[in-house]
C-alpha cells in the first residue's frame, strides 16, 4: 500500500503535468472551472485515504470535478487494459495502420512494470476493486468506446439508407479505428448499388468518437471530385513532459505531418483568440491536411451533403463536424456539439508513485476565428432540437426541391 508520503508526491505531480502541459486552463476559466479551488478540495481526500482504493478514488475527484473536460481522465484499469491493447496493436507489423515510430511516446505510458502491478489490483469481479475498475468513464464523452476490439461476431455500427427524394441516409453512431474495415462494406457497397444521389445525410447524433481515419476514408474521400486540403491551428507549451508526444504527432509518419510551428503571438490575430491564453500557449502548429478522391469507391451527391448533430457529437467525431463546417464539406441541423475534436490525440502521463496514467490533451484547438474548440465546439448551420434534426433536414430538402 501507499505511504502518504507516496500519494501526496503523485497527486502534486498530477498537478505539475497540468499546469505545465494541459493549455486550457484559461478556456476552463472562462466556462467557471476554478482550478486553485478544485487542486485545494481535492488534496484532503488524497491525503487522507485509508487505502489504494480509496486513493484512486480521492485521485479521480480532480477529472470528475473537471467534468473529463477536453479528453482529462485518470485511467480506470478497464480503459488502462484497453490502451494498452490499443497502442500495441495498431503498432503490430502488417497492421493496416501501423506507424510504430510515430505512436511510441503513446506506447511507453503502457506495460511499465509499476502500472501493470498497481492497476492489477482492480478487475471487474466483486469485491472492492470493482468500483475502480470502472470508475470515471464520462457518460455523454465516451472515453473507452473507441479502443475497444468489436466483440465476436459483433455487426457493424454503421447503417444506410435510400430515402424518398434520392436522399442518402447514413447512421454512424461510432467511429472506432477497429471498426473501419468491419463498416467499410456498409458504405462501399451501398455507394456501388446507387452510384449517386441527391442529397446525402450523415447522422452523428450521439457519436463520441474514435478516429479520424474513419470518415476520412470512409466519408470524405470517396465524394469529393478534386483534391481537398484543410487546416487547423493547435497551441502549445513545449516542455519535457509534452515534447516526445508533440514531435511524434509532427513527425513525417505522425498525425499531422504537414505544418509549420509559428510564435503564439501571431495567434491575437485571429479575432475570437482570448489573449490570457498566452499564458499556456507560447507557440501554435498550422498544419494542414489534403484529401483525395477515392476513384475506386466514389459516389456522386448532386446537391448537398448534411450532418446532423447534437451535444454528444465529440472528439474525432467533432473533428468531422469542425471539419465539414470550416470546408463547406457539409451543412449541419441539430445542436451545438460537445467540441474537443479536430487535434492530436491525448497524452499520456504515469504518476511517479502509483504508475497511475492520466490522460490529457497536450494542444489547444483553434476555431477558424480563434476561439478554443473544446470551450465553444461547432455551431450548426441550421440550429433546431436534435432529436427532430432528421425532420428538420428532410423539410430544408423539400423546400429548396419546391423552390
Known sequence: MLTKEQRIRDYEYLWDVLHRCFPLKGAMERLGFDWDKIEKECRP??????????????????????????????????????????????????????????????????????????????????????EFYWKGEAPEKPVTAAHEAPKKGEGPFAAAFMLPGETAYFKVPGIPMERIPIDRPVFFDFYAKYGSCENMVIDFRGNGGGATDYWKKLIVEPVIDEELVA??????????????????????????????????????????????DLAQVTEYYHWFETYRPDREHHFTVRNRIWLLTDKRVYSSAEGFAKFCKENGFATLVGGTTGGDGGSMTPSHAILPESGLVIRYKCVENFNKDGSSNAECCTVPDIECDPALALAECLAVIAAERSA
Open 45 to 130: 481526500g488524497v491525503e487522507n485515504a485509508a487505502d489504494d482504493l480509496e486513493f484512486c478514488i480521492a485521485l479521480d475527484r480532480v477529472f470528475e470535478e473537471f467534468k473529463h473536460f477536453a479528453h482529462t481522465n485518470l485511467l480506470n484499469a478497464r480503459m488502462y487494459e484497453n490502451y494498452k491493447t490499443f497502442f500495441r496493436s495498431i503498432a503490430e507489423p502488417g497492421s493496416e495502420y501501423s506507424a510504430p515510430e510515430s505512436v511510441e511516446p503513446w506506447i511507453r505510458c503502457f506495460g511499465q512494470p509499476r502500472s501493470d502491478a498497481f492497476y492489477s489490483m482492480f478487475d471487474s469481479t466483486e469485491g472492492a476493486g470493482r
Open 231 to 276: 487546416e487547423g491551428k493547435m497551441g502549445f507549451d513545449l516542455n519535457e513532459l509534452n515534447r516526445d508526444f508533440l514531435e511524434a504527432s509532427f513527425s513525417e509518419d505522425g498525425e499531422f505531418a504537414s505544418g509549420v510551428r509559428r510564435p503564439a503571438e501571431e495567434l491575437l490575430e485571429l479575432p475570437a483568440f482570448h489573449k490570457e
